[in-house]
């Protein structure tokens, strides 16, 4: 029997570490302040301490969830963990995250979709309470730790990532949350933007090392700029045509956290309101696939957030290229 889904809360978390445009344009060598803030808008950005890790992140975003949703750990069916910045190789983040928060009755599992991975992950997560009759509660959270992977000596990619998480508790409820989801990818990409040191197609051998350097962040090409224009409108159309919505239909919509001015120009070419929307790049930088849930819980805590029965859309893209749109109604 398929059973309603619903977003019961939210929790976010970053880093107590502040950093400047200005401190990341000493680490670079020249100046970008000015070009970050007329065309992507980010002010600053938050890091982890060094001894701090992702699932630290994501722990901390998940008790701020927890907490809300007024349940324990110990309540938590499934945990699942959009991350492309994992502690490790292998195992599993989620499987840390399930040890630090005493989750023990939990199974759990990584999704790495790059920066789609938090909607995509969230999308797991309600068709698993939709069919599995036995789970109540699912734990959907992302972390970004892309601080540990940033070379600065390439001006295109240091001053925008951040570190931060994003969680959400899924539950079951009397009324409609989840509407549906819709998912693109372009794979002729995979090669443009990564982390390509590490893994078996680039193994970290003396070699290897001596050429590449460490594992980091790599641009390698140029993506088309007309990308987001091109593919977002048909990618959250079809996650709306699930459920016979149209982009007015939309309360507000919550988009990769990458950019303000691509937030700004998707709202206007939907013929929609500034004010369906929030950001938070500009105080918190990119923070990669968890960006969407840490707007949505920032809405919340700032009283901006979604009302009863508003219906709300995520819209992300990353690296591969892959993209994931989702539409719920608000409980």
């Known amino acids: 029997m398929t059973r309603n889904i619903q ?7 970053v880093p107590e570490r502040v950093v400047t445009n200005a401190e990341v344009d000493a680490l670079l060598g020249e100046s970008t ?14 890091w982890m301490s060094p001894e701090q890790t992702t699932s630290d992140l994501v722990v901390e975003a998940s008790k701020k969830a ?31 995250v399930q040890h630090k928060l005493g989750a023990e009755k939990a199974g759990g599992y990584d999704v790495n979709s790059a920066c789609a991975g938090w ?17 109540k509660y699912v734990l959907v959270a992302g972390g970004y730790g892309m601080s540990r992977f940033l070379d600065f000596s390439d001006k295109k990619t240091a001053n925008l990532f951040a570190d931060g998480a994003g969680a959400v508790v899924l539950g079951v409820g009397e009324e409609q949350g989840f509407i549906g ?5 372009v794979g002729a990409f995979h090669d443009a933007l990564g982390i390509y040191t590490g893994g078996a197609f680039r193994p970290c051998t003396p070699e290897n090392i001596s050429q590449f350097g460490a594992p980091k962040v790599e641009f390698v090409k140029k ?3 007309t990308f987001n224009t091109e593919y977002w409108p048909k990618l959250m159309q079809g996650a709306l045509d699930k459920g016979g919505l149209t982009f007015d239909d939309v309360d507000q ?15 206007d070419l939907l013929k929609q309101p500034i004010e369906k929307t929030h950001w938070v790049m500009d105080k918190w930088g990119y923070t990669g696939s968890p960006c969407v849930a840490m707007a949505l819980d920032d809405a919340i805590d700032q009283g901006k957030g979604p009302k009863p029965g508003d219906v709300i859309l995520f819209c992300a893209s990353g690296g591969g290229i892959t993209m994931a749109s989702s539409v719920w109604r608000w409980r």
């Open 223 to 225: 993506f088309p700029k």
């Open 253 to 267: 919509y919550y988009f990769t956290q990458l950019n303000l001015r691509t937030i700004e120009y998707m709202m």
């Open 7 to 13: 977003i019961l809360s939210t929790g976010s978390y």
């Open 119 to 135: 909607v995509m992950a969230l999308d797991q997560g309600g068709r698993y309470l939709m069919t599995e009759s036995s789970y």
């Open 33 to 46: 302040n000015e070009w970050l803030l007329a065309n992507v808008g980010i002010r600053e950005r938050r």
């Open 66 to 96: 927890l907490e809300r949703a007024g349940i324990s750990a110990a309540d938590l069916d499934m945990i699942i963990v959009s991350t492309d910045t994992p502690d490790y190789l292998s195992p599993s983040t989620s499987v840390v």
């Open 181 to 185: 989801s819709n998912f693109l990818a």
